[in-house]
């Protein structure tokens, strides 16, 4: 597992790999990731929008950016925690990933962005 805080916003992030699938004729990789936003700060923010830079070992790097995360722009009172899934599909069997969460102060509307950590994605190893 990772984590960073960035201004009172904990991020901490687990991975799974979920084995190969197809999709359109290629093979591709498939990934999970588990993310748990907590605030630790005194005052109390909404997630607006995400950006994501998702790179993968064949020298491929796709950005990923909109609003909030699953279809929810969440709001954490001090305290507060927020979890989530998502997932990813490479074509290399490694590769990372990295990015921020713009959040709102919702008191003072100030908008601030929050690291999230770079993340490994690899599938297990086998030893012979």
Not at 9 to 26: A, C, F
Not at 78 to 100: I, R, V, W
Request: proline share 3%.
């Amino acid at each position: 597992m990772v984590q960073q805080i960035t201004k009172g916003i904990k991020i901490s992030v687990k991975t799974k790999y979920d084995g190969t699938l197809y999709r359109n004729y290629r093979l591709y990789h498939n990934f999970s990731y588990y993310i748990t936003i907590e605030n630790k700060s005194l005052e109390t923010v909404q997630l607006t929008d995400r950006f994501w830079k998702i790179f993968d070992s064949l020298n491929t790097t796709e950005v990923v950016e909109g609003e909030g995360v699953v279809g929810q722009t969440p709001i954490l009172e001090p305290q507060d925690t927020y979890k989530y899934k998502s997932g990813c599909f490479l074509l290399s069997n490694t590769g990372a990933m990295s990015g921020f969460y713009t959040m709102v102060n919702i008191e003072t509307q100030q908008s601030f962005d929050v690291t999230i950590p770079t993340f490994q994605l690899s599938t297990p190893v086998s030893l012979n």
